[in-house]
């Protein structure tokens, strides 16, 4: 339900923060996009287990006690209210029902369900009768019984089947498309926020609500215009402005990093994108589930065939023309200035063996000035130090053994590590007037800031 901090016992959170740029991490505390120095969100196994806490415990068995609900009389009548994987014992008919859903994709069409209703031996005439869901559409819906078709009843309504039962199968076949819902204000003024959602599941974009954030005392005080706009003037429908991203991209997500020194016991620092302003940095390497995460990932791609730029027999990031895609800003690239921005000339890099010779690493000469490299600073190597454009001096390159040479084939290597972050199965692009953004169910996250409302722009 997104409410406890992955598999962590008793580190959970009551409610969900719903503004632009929040975090559960921080909850309702100002958002800075940085470590908060009062972390506020999530809860503490040991000291902070609140009274409220109890409530959300209780959701989750919630979840077990209303999947099915029993009707009495002498027909007895089951309602199957929600669709999770789960097995009941219908003692009053003698049946056993068994639930088993598809696992769903942002690339699929529908949901689909199958329930299993086998007798026991005592077996009774008995009435199932199956929720159709408000968020579906019964045009293109499927219901079939033993594989006969069966009538279908409207949305929001249920779909009733009396029979004796015996060894019989239920199979549902729902539509699934993205939808907006615009936010509980009925002003004319706020009828362009709106939330995005899959069928049931609300999306969130990865995103922070300021774009000039520079401490930890930020707020979202005088939103930045564009980080929370969604372009939507030449779509017709949601499907126009928001996109699958395909589970498949993951093959192409890749985190470089570096070590401050030759010593294993070096402090491992990752390139970044920087939330104040969107350029290369040398971050140190963050705890999973952690924000930062996302900005130490990158999607590693041939422009502009999209093709891998991550070898599939070697796993090795090579080749010319790659692009650097900002994890959540999908559509977008690192460019030559080292910034994020759209697709073209400047945002391609050769992706070389590693200048310092090492197994596993690996060097970005920039398409549009061979022999130069991005790099990490030679000199003050502190977190947040911004990455910077490198090249090799002819001369040095001549010696081979030069001290500044080494320093810089060293500051122009990278690397190559598994990804910070993976695109959840339910993973979205939409198209905003700024930048991109990168959508994701609100349930999974953990401590990324997102926005769930965004300002839809029609014209």
Request: proline share 7%.
């Amino acid at each position: 339900m997104g409410n406890q901090r992955g598999k962590e016992p008793g580190v959970m959170i009551y409610f969900l923060p719903m503004g632009p740029g929040r975090s559960k991490s921080i909850s309702g505390m100002p958002t800075s996009g940085l470590p908060p120095k009062n972390p506020g969100g999530w809860g503490n196994a040991n000291a902070t287990f609140w009274c409220c806490y109890g409530t959300g415990i209780e959701s989750f068995s919630k979840l077990g006690d209303s999947i099915y609900f029993l009707e009495e009389g002498e027909i007895p009548g089951l309602y199957i209210i929600q669709y999770i994987p789960s097995t009941f014992d219908w003692k009053a008919a003698g049946l056993t029902v068994k639930q088993q859903a598809k696992p769903l994709s942002s690339t699929d069409s529908h949901f689909e369900v199958s329930i299993f209703i086998s007798s026991k031996g005592d077996a009774r005439p008995a009435n199932v009768n199956v929720r159709i869901p408000s968020w579906t559409s019964v045009d293109g819906a499927i219901a079939t019984l033993n594989g006969q078709k069966l009538n279908l009843t409207s949305a929001g309504d249920f779909l009733s089947v009396t029979k004796l039962w015996g060894d019989d199968t239920l199979s549902l076949k729902f539509p699934i498309t993205l939808r907006t819902e615009p936010i509980k204000d009925d002003r004319p003024e706020y009828s362009s926020i709106q939330a995005v959602l899959f069928g049931p599941h609300l999306l969130a974009g990865l995103t922070h609500g300021n774009q000039t954030v520079k401490t930890s005392n930020d707020s979202n005080s005088g939103l930045t215009p564009g980080v929370w706009e969604v372009n939507a003037t030449h779509a017709a429908a949601v499907a126009g402005w928001v996109t699958p991203v395909s589970q498949s991209l993951n093959s192409q997500l890749v985190t470089l990093t570096q070590r401050d020194g030759d010593a294993q016991a070096a402090a491992a620092f990752v390139l970044s994108v920087s939330i104040a302003d969107g350029a290369l940095t040398m971050q140190e390497s963050p705890v999973a589930g952690s924000d930062a995460c996302v900005h130490a990932t990158f999607r590693a791609y041939h422009s502009p065939s999209g093709a891998s730029a991550i070898d599939a027999a070697t796993g090795r990031l090579q080749g010319r023309d790659v692009a650097l895609e900002p994890f959540d800003r999908p559509g977008m690239a690192v460019t030559d200035a080292l910034s994020v921005g759209w697709p073209g000339p400047a945002t391609r890099f050769n992706a070389v063996a590693g200048l310092d010779g090492l197994p596993g690493t690996v060097s970005l000469e920039l398409a549009t000035r061979p022999g130069c490299f991005v790099a990490a600073p030679t000199t003050a190597y502190l977190a947040g130090a911004k990455a910077q454009v490198s090249c090799r001096k002819p001369t040095a390159a001549a010696a081979g053994e030069d001290d500044d040479d080494t320093a810089f084939r060293r500051a122009a290597s990278f690397t190559q590590a598994a990804p910070l972050r993976l695109y959840h199965p339910l993973s979205f692009s939409a198209t905003g007037t700024d930048r991109n953004f990168l959508l994701e169910p609100l349930q999974s996250l953990q401590d990324e800031f997102y926005t769930v409302y965004f300002n839809v722009l029609t014209k």
